[in-house]
Each structure stands twice: as C-alpha cells, then as structure tokens.
C-alpha cells in the first residue's frame, strides 16, 4: 500500500467555475504583475494569466490554474480546505499582536563622547549628568516593563552611550532578574555602545549576565573615522579592539554591529561589505539614513537622495549574492527581514515593516527623564521638538493609561497599511509596514502621500528586485530561502 495518494488526487478536478479569494496585484515589469493573498503569499503571473484569473476565465487545464489554486487566489469544488488554510496562515502572521511589547529600550543617558554628525539622538556632551536616567525613573519602567505580556522581554540599552551610565545598568539587570525570578519570562538584555569607554570590568559583567553586545561599525577606518568624530580620532580602532574583547570575553555570536549609509559611504558599497567579511559578521544591513536629530540639523540626511541610496543597495545586494557564489556565506539583513515575510509564514517583528505599526506593540522606549514613546524614531523625533508620540511618563502614568493612549492609539489606527490610501490595494503591502513616524517626520502626517515618500519608494523597490531576481535565477531563490528566519 503507498503512503501517497496518486497524482490525479492533487490535480484540478473542479467543473470549471471557481471563487475568487481577496488579493492584490501591481506590476512588476511591462510583461508581469505580483498578485499576493491575505497571507503575503505572492505568485508573479503575465498580465493576461491576471485578466483570465479575475474574469472567471482561467481554465483548470492552465498550467497557472493549479498554482494560483495552491496558494489560495482561488477556491472550486475541488478545494473546500483552502479558506480554512488561508485563515489559519493569516491568524499566524497576526499571532504577534497577542503578545505586545517585547523590545524594551531604556535611553540610559544622551552623554556621549562622539559627535557624530548623523546622529540622530541629539546626544549632549559627556559632562552633562543632567541627561542622565536616574535609579527611580528606572525602577518606573522596570515596573511598566514586567506588566507587558509577552513571554519574552529584551531590555536593551541606549543612550548617547549608556556605558557612560554603567553604574544604573548594573541596577536593571539586577532589578530586572531579581523581578524574573518569579516573572519567569525569557529575558535578555543588550547594550549598544561604541565601545569607546568599555572596560574589562564590564565585560566580566556582561559575561556574568549573559549581556549582548550591539555596537556600530561604518566601514574601513577612513570612512569610519570621517562619520564618527571622537577626542583622539580614533573611532574605528576602539571599535575594532572592543569587537575582538567583546567576543573573547563573551563568544563570537554575542557581538553584532550596525552601519549607517552616508553620503562618503555611497561610492564605497564593496569595500564596506569586505569589512564585514574581514571582521568575520555573519552579514550586514545596510541602512539608509533617517531623517531624525543631528542627521537633519548638520544636513546630512539631505546629502543624498533616495535614488543614490537604492542603487547603492543594489550595488552591495548583488556583491553579496557574488560572494555566496563564491564560497563566502554572509547576509543582508533587510532583504532577510523582507524575504522572512515572503516566504515564510512568519513575522519577523522588525518595527518599520509593520502594519498595525509596531509602534508600542512590538517596541517601546523609557528615555532618561521618564518619558515613554512609542519607538527610538519617536523619541528622536521628540528632541527635535515633535512630541507626538509621547505616550506619558513612568512617574504619572499607568500602565493601561500609557498603552491606551491617543498618542499610540491615533497613529497605529491612521496609518493601517490595510486601509490607507494607495496602500490597501498595493500588492506589496503584505511585506511593507505602515511607519508613521517616518510620515510624521517628513510630511507631518501619520500616513504621508506615498508619492512623495521616500519609504514608499525605497521598500516598493526592493520588494520588486528581491522578487525579479528569485524569478530570474532558482539558485538566487535557493539562497534566499537560507536568509530567511
């Protein structure tokens, strides 16, 4: 007896007359549309397999029929467990949402000891304590932080630099464990630093405690040192010495670093992935700017367009597939982020690609004074005077008043990428988010007119390379199945 039933069993049988399930569908090129279900499944089709599909026309014996029936553009008689299955992977896809707020940001001071032109914190110098989080604000939000109900809590330290706050990092952790032992959520914690200021006195710490490094690493020294000014000139050498103390003291996967693209870096795509490669990361993302604290006021932000940008992520994308070719395994995570929500059935929970926004819901931030927004982008958006995301404050508000606020409410319901304007009938607004904070920042609105978005015009563009090159080539759709999560 064969545990498989026979081929005919999978085959289309149904009479010819089918149901149409919801879905979208933009063009790709001339020739090709991406239509896409409820669930972010998407399938590239030529325009005249679309017209048959949505006129009823589509035969079972086209070679599309089958395809399209798989993953849940249609349902015919032959098919009665699609709506049941397509439900199911949209409940999965939404599973986030019941469990809240995981990623808990304390801004432990806006000190810093660099003067990096594209910060976007609007740090203070190093000897102004009075931005510094004091032991009370940061008992306030430990309190708020253990009433989310996520069974995973990731407390992560910011500043400025936060080591220049060690001491009140030192309290949290503790605080924050002693809290867990009778919690018991998965809680981990990050610090991200320049590594500048770091001691080996608090690596044994954050050995000790199982603390993640996260840290920042431009390129090759030139280029490093040029974005990242410091006393000493000397930024991408701390940096480096840092990484290879970090990962001796706490292993190789403990340390991760972040790029920001600037407009030096444009012309230097390759020669900043090969530092990647040298300093043996798995990967890198590669970061546009944002239009947030000193990156707007110095004007950095506006040194490039968005068009430069784009190509310079094609640029790396396509030296990063040469490599894989090569031998040399290594990712680019924002393509990963994007692929995870193509191909697998699964939220990565990354904040600007979501829709509700994950504003609130997926991240929050306790700054130094107790105040509490509703990501990093909106409280950097609040130093620059826009306090629109301010969800209250850890002294004067509950829980329920903080989370239930108009100020994350209003914006979350606004800029639903479902019902927005030109998004809701997008056929990549399953992999997009809805980022009203960027919106607010650049057109001051919470949805923004996506032609003039320079979000809009970034994702729309990666989606559709991503996608033209796993059409065009099965080994690059191979490779982008090993990127996903």
């Not at 009823?56 to 709506?83: M, N, Q, V």
């Not at 001071?109 to 003067?115: A, N, V």
């Not at 990967?283 to 546009?288: A, E, H, M, Y």
């Amino acid at each position: 007896m064969t545990k498989f039933s026979p081929l005919s069993e999978f085959q289309a049988t149904g009479d010819g007359h089918y149901q149409l399930a919801p879905f979208r569908f933009s063009p790709l090129d001339n020739e090709r549309y991406v239509i896409t279900n409820q669930a972010g499944e998407y399938s590239v089709q030529p325009r005249s397999v679309v017209a048959a599909l949505v006129r009823h026309e589509l035969k079972p014996s086209d070679s599309a029929y089958s395809r399209l029936r798989s993953k849940h553009f249609l349902f015919d008689s032959s098919s009665t467990i699609g709506p049941v299955m397509l439900a199911t992977k949209v409940r999965t896809k939404a599973k986030r949402l019941a469990n809240f707020t995981a990623l808990h940001i304390m801004v432990m001071s806006l000190r810093c000891e660099h003067s990096c032109p594209y910060c976007q914190v609007s740090r203070q110098s190093e000897d102004r304590s009075a931005f510094d989080m004091t032991k009370e604000t940061a008992e306030k939000a430990l309190g708020l932080i253990f009433q989310s109900p996520s069974p995973a809590i990731k407390i992560e330290f910011q500043g400025g630099e936060p080591l220049l706050n060690f001491d009140l990092i030192r309290f949290v952790v503790e605080k924050a464990e002693s809290i867990n032992e009778v919690e018991k959520r998965s809680l981990q914690f990050v610090i991200t630093t320049n590594l500048a200021v770091v001691t080996n006195q608090i690596f044994e710490y954050c050995k000790e405690h199982d603390i993640l490094i996260s840290t920042s690493l431009d390129g090759p020294a030139k280029l490093h040192n040029a974005n990242r000014p410091r006393p000493g000139k000397n930024s991408y050498e701390l940096a480096i010495e840092g990484i290879h103390r970090a990962r001796a003291a706490l292993g190789h996967e403990r340390v991760s670093a972040l790029m920001t693209t600037t407009k030096a870096s444009l012309g230097m795509g390759r020669e900043i992935i090969d530092e990647y490669v040298r300093m043996h990361f798995p990967g890198i993302f590669l970061r546009p700017l944002s239009p947030y604290g000193f990156a707007v006021k110095t004007k950095w932000y506006a040194s490039y367009d968005t068009e430069s940008w784009v190509d310079f992520y094609f640029d790396g994308l396509e030296y990063i597939i040469e490599l894989n070719r090569r031998g040399t395994p290594f990712i680019e995570f924002y393509a990963s982020t994007i692929l995870t929500k193509m191909l697998t059935p699964f939220e990565p929970d990354y904040v600007d690609l979501m829709s509700p926004a994950g504003i609130g819901i997926s991240a929050v931030v306790y700054n130094y004074d107790g105040d509490v927004y509703a990501s990093d982008e909106a409280r950097m958006l609040a130093e620059m005077g826009d306090k629109s995301f301010r969800l209250g404050n850890v002294h004067r508000n509950t829980y329920a008043e903080i989370f239930t606020s108009d100020a994350l409410l209003d914006p979350i319901e606004q800029s639903f990428a479902g019902s927005a304007p030109m998004c809701s009938e997008c056929a990549f607004e399953p992999f997009c988010g809805s980022e009203p904070v960027f919106h607010k920042a650049t057109q001051d609105d919470f949805v923004g007119l996506k032609t003039r978005s320079s979000f809009c015009y970034r994702n729309m563009a990666i989606f559709k390379r991503l996608i033209g090159l796993m059409e065009e080539d099965p080994s690059i759709r191979e490779l982008f199945m090993g990127w996903t999560r």
